[in-house]
């Protein structure tokens, strides 16, 4: 599902809609056109660059956002559900150092891997097999929330989004 950026006023990274709903904003003239897209929507009056990242005309007034919770859906796709040691499709959650032996469940000690990696694995160290992690996990900025769980993860979105996608370093390995 194609989805559009929504910044407010002041640059900050506010939600992601549909589409459609973006341009309703732009046509409304709440919200101006940021960064577009080649292809083109048409309405019945209107033909309109498809909006990848819009902007509220007027400010509004955010409440405190929290931090991601450590969740196996917020980690699968931060991880875009590849598997950190063999880049497979990944639907388990592995903790790098296991609990087993004192790891501890945050978010630099979890990441997505594939259910056979995760049971080859089993309560030993990377060290101890040789493996190594494909990136590094860290803790989201919380600013990725906004688009964690929507399929298509737009690349122009980063730069506003102050994050670097994983998508991108495992497309390119
Ligand atoms: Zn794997």
Not at 26 to 54: C, F, N, Y
Not at 85 to 95: E, K, N, P, S
Not at 107 to 120: E, G, L, Q, S, Y
């Amino acid at each position: 599902m194609a989805g559009t950026l929504v910044l407010n006023a002041s640059y900050e990274p506010l939600c992601v809609v549909p589409m459609r709903r973006a341009v309703v904003l732009i046509l409304a003239e709440k919200a101006v056109m940021v960064e577009a897209g080649d292809e083109l929507m048409h309405s019945a009056t209107h033909a309109i660059q498809v909006p990848r990242v819009v902007r509220l005309c007027r400010y509004v007034r955010v409440p405190y956002r929290r931090q991601i919770p450590l969740t196996r859906r917020a980690i699968l796709a931060r991880d875009a559900h590849r598997c950190v040691y063999c880049a497979l499709r990944a639907d388990t959650i592995d903790h790098v150092i296991p609990r087993s032996r004192g790891g501890r469940n945050e978010w630099t000690n979890v990441v997505a891997a594939c259910a056979r990696c995760n049971h080859r694995k089993g309560d030993r160290l990377l060290a101890e097999i040789g493996w190594s992690l494909s990136r590094v996990p860290v803790q989201p900025p919380p600013t990725v929330a906004l688009v964690l769980g929507w399929a298509k993860r737009d690349p122009t979105w980063d730069r506003y989004l102050g994050y670097e996608s994983p998508i991108a370093e495992a497309s390119a390995s």
